[in-house]
């Protein structure tokens, strides 16, 4: 079992398979399992078996087995020493508070593109090739919740997309690509810590840098050598307000309306777009002014989203084939939240009386019978 | 473990091991998409999401008589709209917009637009299927050469002069929101030349930075050019001028080579009496480059190639007359090939003075692709203007070619220019204006197999050489 799943974990790393596969811990976990099943059955038989059987190779490979137990514990033991476990002492944080400026912060909320090895790649990435995976940040430095891999959605494929139309040469303008997800910066990460932490480093591969210097939207920002950082002049905030330099409405409608979303950004620049609803109560609640025009949302497409001001609930559309819009007609204060389906909250509940009947059943298994001594 | 396991667990052992072998002993690094150092200046797909083009230098100024012409031809079924972005020197950006139809071309004045000593240009639009060529035009002559598909962190040239008679300007356009740092080499026929003036110069972004090449590196006859950035990408440009008083005169424009390559074509050559013919070769490696000159002549046997040694940092220069690769007097193709797997850069130079008809000078590196189709943006449509085209098969198959124009939407066959046989290594001169209405229209070349595609726009009556490859089309 441990020898079907180290293979079939090896074939889906290279792409072998054809289909896609759990994740390599996922198919790690029954050969993990297999693994300790068999260091117990050898430890039975060391105990049963072999006090009785003539001297052989078998004696002989029991006691490599010992030690090779005793030797995998050894690095264990060596991280365990000061409690780091070989992690860096020193993270991004530091490197991009830039991003926590008043300049940047101020200007929208942003999402940041990683790319490079899952290895060293600070959030949860998507395969995108050989070696190179990418992953989104919300507003800078990614925290714990980012290194969760979020379910994928359409959105997220854009991306990887986009990505390929610039690595291919089929455009220079991944800036504006990109700037209507709301990327505002492109991180290329080839260690998982800044350089002077002298931590693990793994090479983008060929072409990446190459593609991104191409590019006529993304400029070049130099903070850390273990990062290539590029700065979207295309960016479109999250909650923006959305406009073009040349202040041309029928453009920025058109594009709003169609179902590509690529061939209607990739001629226009969106970066005079506004940001508004400025604060943000949760992840699916935020508040503040909007203005007369387009107010626009780089979340995927869901009826769920709802703009309230003063005027009343203002009518979504679909924006770019995959994100929401909402046309006001007057500006002011306003609220825009998802509405969470009741059927949540239920599955949530349900999933809690399922537990409970669970421990109730484990306790009632437990109490002995009565009349039994 | 009993023995009838034992021949289970050895497969099993010996396949895990082979697929690791297999594992380590892969040497391919992982790469992704195919954006790499581009040979030359291509058409990308109709497909694509977007082209951009780079034309490094001219003028736009009634005042500057190196006035730059943008020519856009459109191959495609779907008309393609965009921006052209003219980047006048000590000023801002101008953005105008530009609209081509399916199969048809535009022309772009610079003039008509700004008035600016010194300009650079950016054509982008909406779709593939679209070359852009860029014409400087002069009193008493014009050049016209492609204008670059991309940008690139290295550029060669392998010829120049900086002569009494002569100026070399090389145009560094940087179109990106990040300055770049160049540095720039050049091969000269004294030797090897890095002028401190020229290491680690700044090319702001968005501007264009020209270099008077004789105002550093002096009097010399031939200058082979290496630019290299230390950050950022450029497009660059050379701009030759004659002023006639050693017997040259007339300009020469020519983008230049993002990358050395193993095999340059140049698909016509010629020289007699007062015209020369010269093959310049530059390598930039730090090897030393093999390489031979092989020549076809339209007629007559085909002579043994020429071998030569190309030092390392170095160039050499191949004349016509010295060496007679072919017989004077006789039209050629001639293709730059190197042996050794050093890659090198290459230029075919014709100089004319009298008595030849051909007089002026002009200097074109080869091709270092062959492509089934290829699209030549600018037409010439005057009597004045030469107008001839040269078809070669560099291959060893025989190959049918066809040259149509497109007018009015329609891609019209160029008429007896349809299905024209080629045999291998075979050339093919049409002078167009025998088969075309002299009308300044975009041509394409259609070919069943790969082919080299170079026109010649030279004055009839005036001095002046204007040679310029084709634009393979993906």
Same mark, same amino acid.
């Given at each position: 079992?441990?020898?079907?799943?180290?293979?079939?974990?090896?074939?889906?790393?290279?792409?072998?398979?054809? #289909?896609?596969?759990?994740?390599?811990?996922?198919?790690?976990?029954?050969?993990?399992?297999?693994?300790?099943?068999?260091?117990?059955?050898?430890?039975?038989?060391?105990?049963?078996?072999?006090?009785?059987?003539?001297?052989?190779?078998?004696?002989?490979?029991?006691?490599?087995?010992?030690?090779?137990?005793?030797?995998?514990?050894?690095?264990?033991?060596?991280?365990?020493?000061?409690?780091?476990?070989?992690?860096?002492?020193?993270?991004?944080?530091?490197?991009?508070?830039?991003?926590?400026?008043?300049?940047?912060?101020?200007?929208?909320?942003?999402?940041?593109?990683?790319?490079?090895?899952?290895?060293?790649?600070?959030?949860?990435?998507?395969?995108?090739?050989?070696?190179?995976?990418?992953?989104?940040?919300?507003?800078?430095?990614?925290?714990?919740?980012?290194?969760?891999?979020?379910?994928?959605?359409?959105?997220?494929?854009?991306?990887?997309?986009?990505?390929?139309?610039?690595?291919?040469?089929?455009?220079?303008?991944?800036?504006?690509?990109?700037?209507?997800?709301?990327?505002?910066?492109?991180?290329?990460?080839?260690?998982?810590?800044?350089?002077?932490?002298?931590?693990?480093?793994?090479?983008?591969?060929?072409?990446?840098?190459?593609?991104?210097?191409?590019?006529?939207?993304?400029?070049?920002?130099?903070?850390?050598?273990?990062?290539?950082?590029?700065?979207?002049?295309?960016?479109?905030?999250?909650?923006?307000?959305?406009?073009?330099?040349?202040?041309?409405?029928?453009?920025?409608?058109?594009?709003?309306?169609?179902?590509?979303?690529?061939?209607?950004?990739?001629?226009?620049?969106?970066?005079?777009?506004?940001?508004?609803?400025?604060?943000?109560?949760?992840?699916?609640?935020?508040?503040?002014?909007?203005?007369?025009?387009?107010?626009?949302?780089?979340?995927?497409?869901?009826?769920?989203?709802?703009?309230?001001?003063?005027?009343?609930?203002?009518?979504?559309?679909?924006?770019?084939?995959?994100?929401?819009?909402?046309?006001?007609?007057?500006?002011?204060?306003?609220?825009?939240?998802?509405?969470?389906?009741?059927?949540?909250?239920?599955?949530?509940?349900?999933?809690?009386?399922?537990?409970?009947?669970?421990?109730?059943?484990?306790?009632?298994?437990?109490?002995?019978?009565?009349?039994?001594? | 473990?009993?023995?009838?396991?034992?021949?289970?667990?050895? #497969?099993?052992?010996?396949?895990?091991?082979?697929?690791?072998?297999?594992?380590?002993?892969?040497?391919?690094?992982?790469?992704?998409?195919?954006?790499?150092?581009?040979?030359?200046?291509?058409?990308?797909?109709?497909?694509?999401?977007?082209?951009?083009?780079?034309?490094?230098?001219?003028?736009?100024?009634?005042?500057?008589?190196?006035?730059?012409?943008?020519?856009?031809?459109?191959?495609?079924?779907?008309?393609?709209?965009?921006?052209?972005?003219?980047?006048?020197?000590?000023?801002?950006?101008?953005?105008?917009?530009?609209?081509?139809?399916?199969?048809?071309?535009?022309?772009?004045?610079?003039?008509?637009?700004?008035?600016?000593?010194?300009?650079?240009?950016?054509?982008?639009?909406?779709?593939?299927?679209?070359? @852009?060529?860029?014409?400087?035009?002069?009193?008493?002559?014009?050049?016209?050469?492609?204008?670059?598909?991309?940008?690139?962190?290295?550029?060669?040239?392998?010829?120049?002069?900086?002569?009494?008679?002569?100026?070399?300007?090389?145009?560094?356009?940087?179109?990106?929101?990040?300055?770049?740092?160049?540095?720039?080499?050049?091969?000269?026929?004294?030797?090897?030349?890095?002028?401190?003036?020229?290491?680690?110069?700044?090319?702001?972004?968005?501007?264009?930075?020209?270099?008077?090449?004789?105002?550093?590196?002096?009097?010399?006859?031939?200058?082979?050019?290496?630019?290299?950035?230390? +950050?950022?990408?450029?497009?660059?440009?050379?701009?030759?001028?004659?002023?006639?008083?050693?017997?040259?005169?007339?300009?020469?424009?020519?983008?230049?080579?993002?990358?050395?390559?193993?095999?340059?074509?140049?698909?016509?050559?010629?020289?007699?009496?007062?015209?020369?013919?010269?093959?310049?070769?530059?390598?930039?490696?730090?090897?030393?480059?093999?390489?031979?000159?092989?020549?076809?002549?339209?007629?007559?046997?085909?002579?043994?190639?020429?071998?030569?040694?190309?030092?390392?940092?170095?160039?050499?220069?191949?004349?016509?007359?010295?060496?007679?690769?072919?017989?004077?007097?006789?039209?050629?193709?001639?293709?730059?090939?190197?042996?050794?797997?050093?890659?090198?850069?290459?230029?075919?130079?014709?100089?004319?003075?009298?008595?030849?008809?051909?007089?002026?000078?002009?200097?074109?590196?080869?091709?270092?692709?062959?492509?089934?189709?290829?699209?030549?943006?600018?037409?010439?449509?005057?009597?004045?203007?030469?107008?001839?085209?040269?078809?070669?098969?560099?291959?060893?198959?025989?190959?049918?070619?066809?040259?149509?124009?497109?007018?009015?939407?329609?891609?019209?066959?160029?008429?007896?220019? +349809?299905?024209?046989?080629?045999?291998?290594?075979?050339?093919?001169?049409?002078?167009?204006?025998?088969?075309?209405?002299?009308?300044?229209?975009?041509?394409?070349?259609?070919?069943?197999?790969? @082919?080299? @595609?170079?026109?010649?726009?030279?004055?009839?009556?005036?001095?002046?050489?204007?040679?310029?490859?084709?634009?393979?089309?993906?």
């Amino acid at each position: 079992m441990a020898l079907v799943c180290w293979a079939l974990v090896w074939a889906g790393g290279r792409g072998l398979t054809g #289909v896609p596969l759990a994740p390599a811990e996922v198919l790690l976990a029954p050969a993990a399992a297999a693994l300790a099943l068999a260091a117990a059955v050898g430890m039975a038989a060391f105990e049963r078996d072999l006090p009785g059987y003539r001297f052989g190779w078998r004696q002989v490979a029991s006691l490599v087995a010992a030690v090779a137990v005793a030797a995998a514990t050894v690095p264990v033991l060596a991280g365990a020493v000061d409690g780091e476990w070989g992690t860096p002492d020193s993270d991004f944080d530091r490197t991009l508070a830039f991003m926590n400026s008043d300049d940047v912060a101020g200007a929208g909320a942003f999402r940041v593109l990683w790319l490079g090895d899952p290895e060293v790649l600070p959030v949860a990435g998507s395969r995108l090739g050989d070696g190179l995976s990418y992953g989104l940040s919300t507003d800078g430095a990614p925290g714990i919740t980012e290194r969760w891999a979020a379910p994928s959605d359409p959105a997220t494929s854009l991306v990887a997309e986009a990505l390929r139309l610039a690595a291919d040469g089929r455009t220079e303008r991944l800036g504006r690509l990109l700037g209507p997800l709301g990327v505002r910066y492109v991180i290329l990460a080839e260690q998982a810590a800044p350089a002077r932490s002298g931590t693990l480093r793994r090479a983008l591969p060929e072409g990446v840098l190459a593609t991104m210097a191409q590019q006529l939207d993304l400029r070049a920002v130099e903070v850390d050598p273990a990062l290539s950082i590029y700065e979207n002049a295309a960016w479109v905030p999250t909650r923006a307000s959305l406009a073009t330099e040349a202040a041309d409405p029928e453009a920025v409608a058109a594009a709003v309306a169609s179902a590509d979303p690529f061939e209607a950004t990739v001629g226009l620049d969106l970066s005079a777009s506004d940001p508004v609803l400025a604060q943000a109560h949760s992840p699916t609640r935020f508040t503040g002014r909007v203005d007369p025009g387009t107010v626009y949302l780089a979340e995927s497409a869901s009826p769920r989203w709802e703009l309230r001001s003063s005027a009343g609930v203002a009518e979504r559309a679909e924006a770019f084939g995959w994100a929401n819009a909402f046309p006001t007609s007057d500006g002011g204060d306003a609220t825009l939240r998802y509405r969470t389906s009741p059927l949540r909250w239920l599955a949530i509940a349900g999933q809690a009386a399922l537990w409970l009947a669970v421990v109730g059943v484990v306790l009632r298994s437990r109490r002995v019978p009565s009349g039994r001594s | 473990m009993s023995s009838r396991h034992l021949p289970v667990v050895v #497969v099993l052992i010996a396949i895990l091991a082979g697929l690791a072998l297999v594992d380590v002993g892969d040497p391919a690094p992982p790469r992704f998409g195919t954006a790499s150092a581009f040979a030359m200046p291509t058409a990308d797909p109709a497909s694509s999401l977007s082209s951009t083009w780079f034309c490094a230098t001219g003028a736009a100024s009634a005042d500057n008589d190196s006035g730059l012409v943008l020519t856009v031809a459109n191959r495609g079924d779907e008309a393609r709209s965009g921006t052209v972005t003219w980047f006048p020197a000590g000023a801002a950006p101008v953005v105008l917009p530009v609209e081509v139809g399916p199969r048809q071309g535009v022309t772009l004045e610079a003039d008509e637009a700004l008035d600016a000593s010194d300009v650079s240009a950016m054509v982008e639009l909406d779709g593939g299927g679209v070359g @852009v060529e860029h014409t400087v035009e002069v009193a008493g002559g014009s050049s016209v050469a492609p204008c670059a598909s991309s940008a690139s962190d290295h550029w060669y040239l392998a010829n120049g002069t900086t002569a009494r008679d002569a100026t070399q300007v090389l145009a560094l356009f940087n179109p990106f929101p990040d300055d770049a740092i160049v540095d720039i080499a050049f091969a000269t026929d004294q030797g090897r030349d890095e002028p401190e003036a020229l290491q680690g110069l700044p090319v702001a972004a968005g501007t264009t930075t020209r270099i008077n090449v004789g105002e550093i590196v002096r009097r010399r006859e031939v200058t082979a050019t290496s630019v290299t950035t230390r +950050s950022g990408r450029v497009v660059v440009d050379r701009l030759q001028r004659f002023d006639g008083s050693n017997g040259r005169s007339g300009i020469s424009l020519a983008l230049a080579a993002p990358a050395p390559a193993e095999v340059w074509t140049f698909p016509a050559g010629e020289y007699q009496e007062g015209l020369a013919e010269r093959w310049h070769v530059y390598n930039p490696s730090d090897r030393d480059a093999v390489i031979l000159l092989e020549a076809v002549p339209d007629a007559g046997e085909v002579p043994i190639a020429l071998e030569r040694t190309v030092s390392a940092r170095d160039h050499l220069i191949i004349d016509a007359a010295e060496t007679a690769p072919v017989p004077p007097g006789v039209g050629h193709s001639s293709t730059v090939r190197s042996i050794n797997g050093v890659g090198v850069v290459a230029e075919r130079e014709l100089s004319g003075i009298a008595p030849s008809p051909r007089r002026g000078w002009s200097s074109m590196l080869g091709s270092p692709l062959a492509s089934q189709g290829w699209l030549l943006a600018y037409g010439a449509g005057t009597e004045a203007v030469a107008d001839a085209l040269s078809v070669h098969n560099p291959g060893t198959e025989a190959v049918r070619f066809s040259v149509t124009a497109l007018v009015g939407g329609q891609e019209v066959p160029a008429e007896g220019l +349809s299905d024209v046989e080629l045999g291998p290594a075979q050339r093919q001169e049409l002078v167009l204006g025998d088969v075309l209405e002299r009308s300044p229209v975009p041509l394409v070349v259609s070919a069943d197999g790969p @082919v080299v @595609v170079e026109r010649d726009l030279s004055p009839v009556s005036d001095p002046g050489i204007s040679t310029t490859l084709g634009i393979p089309l993906s």
